[in-house]
């Protein structure tokens, strides 16, 4: 997509994440021309285990993608008092997610996600142009000047799918907050040894004032991948090493049951993210859009980061295709169904994070109100992230 190719024809994507990749496959089997640039000369495996919901699954599953011996189909999920140890309910999940929802409930390591959407890329034959950021961006009319790399080049539409500190929503003027959410989340994987046997078939969620522990199997069940997330702020806003992190988060968890503690003590490999958000929005210039976390970063209390990104692509494809290929129509209609969506997810993922954090003594009220609810009626709760019809994405009524 040099300068002189198709810019009737072609879309060009900053970023090779999870966000890009699926708008990349969503697109070219729309079938538009498209091509990737990554900033990053070689793509590293980031982050660690994520949560995926039957509106992700069924759309991968559209899309052929192979994600069978990486992902795991929890058995349920478990939610749980972390200072008494007490299970609350237990939320009925592999079965009854296929059942209710046509589509699977799984986990799986990050990683083994971009592994598989940069095989079906592969398969698609979708260039991705490496060591190439987005230097330049200028939204003409019928088309979209960009430098990559040092390259010159042009385009039907920009899409700018680089990340919370995306370079391409500052490249075309949009300058939202970025707010630090007051959380820091902790990563690790857990030997196996550190769950007890029932648990490592599961989601486990473990809620307290101030924090809670979710763990869950991934890589086939090999694994289990933990995140604790902590209302804190740490003093650096990047991603790193903590030094010798368990004194701390031993210290900061005080009266947890011995159960989370002993699997919070069972490794010493924590790494902490402090967690932003960005304020709402419009999205986009007439033909540049930013879609996952350059648009609608969100906390991961309800599993949807990557999901979100995944609905982008699909939504991005679906709205292109209803105009024709009129882009610039297309992005339009994108941006005004696809807000609402996101945003109802942020607000919703913000809200189960005060549910989890509950401080006390309101938690006793939260965990009698989850003891008198049947684990269906907790699942049907979310029959509008998982189920529900959306913007020409395939899901039930």
């Known amino acids: 997509m040099k300068a002189g190719g198709d810019a009737r024809e072609a879309i060009a994507i900053a970023g090779a994440g ?6 990349a496959i969503a697109l070219k089997l729309a079938g538009f021309q ?7 000369d070689v793509l590293g495996e980031v982050g660690a285990g994520i949560q995926m919901g039957p509106n992700a699954t069924r759309i991968l599953e559209g899309w052929d993608l192979d ?6 189909e929890p058995e349920s999920i478990e939610l749980r008092n972390a200072v008494s140890g007490s299970l609350l309910k237990t939320i009925p999940l592999r079965r009854a997610a296929r059942a209710r ?3 699977p409930y799984v986990t799986l390591m990050r990683a083994d996600l971009q592994k598989a959407l940069l095989t079906r890329v592969g398969e698609l034959e979708i260039p991705i142009r490496y060591g190439a950021p987005i230097s330049r961006a200028q939204d003409d009319g019928p088309r979209v000047a960009f430098e990559a790399g040092g390259t010159a080049g042009a385009a039907a539409a920009l899409i700018g799918a680089d990340g919370i500190k995306s370079s391409v929503r500052e490249l075309a003027g949009f300058h939202p907050r970025r707010y630090s959410t007051q959380s820091v989340a902790w ?3 857990l030997p196996l040894a550190a769950i007890p046997a029932p648990l490592r078939s599961v989601i486990a969620v473990w809620m307290a004032p101030g924090a809670h522990l979710v763990h869950y199997p991934v890589a086939g069940g090999a694994s289990v991948n933990a995140v604790l997330v902590i209302h804190d702020i740490l003093p650096s806003d990047s991603a790193g090493h903590s030094g010798s992190a368990l004194p701390y988060l031993l210290g900061r968890l005080d009266g947890w049951a011995a159960l989370p503690r002993s699997a919070i003590a069972a ?5 902490y993210w402090r967690m932003f958000g960005i ?3 419009t999205g986009g210039d007439v033909c540049i859009q930013c879609i996952g976390d350059a648009w609608h970063a969100m906390l991961p209390h309800l599993g949807s980061g990557a999901v979100m990104a995944i609905e982008d692509g699909a939504a991005l494809a679906a709205s292109l295709s209803a105009t024709q290929g009129r882009i610039a129509e297309g ?4 941006r005004e169904k696809r807000g609402r969506r996101v945003w109802q997810v942020a607000r919703a993922s913000a809200q189960m994070g005060r549910v989890y954090h509950c401080p006390q003594p309101f938690d006793i009220v939260r965990d009698l109100a989850i003891r008198v609810s049947s684990g269906s009626n907790l699942l049907k709760w979310n029959d509008w992230l998982y189920g529900v019809q959306n913007e020409g994405l395939p899901g039930k009524s």
């Not at 999870?18 to 708008?23: E, M, N, P």
């Open 279 to 281: 304020e709402k929005w």
């Open 267 to 271: 490794t010493e490999a924590w790494l």
């Open 67 to 72: 994600l069978l011996g990486s992902s795991v």
């Open 331 to 334: 992005l339009k209609l994108f």
């Open 187 to 189: 990563r690790a994987m």
């Open 34 to 40: 498209v091509a990737v640039f990554e900033r990053e």
């Open 18 to 23: 999870v966000a890009g990749l699926s708008a």
């Open 101 to 103: 929802y046509g589509a």
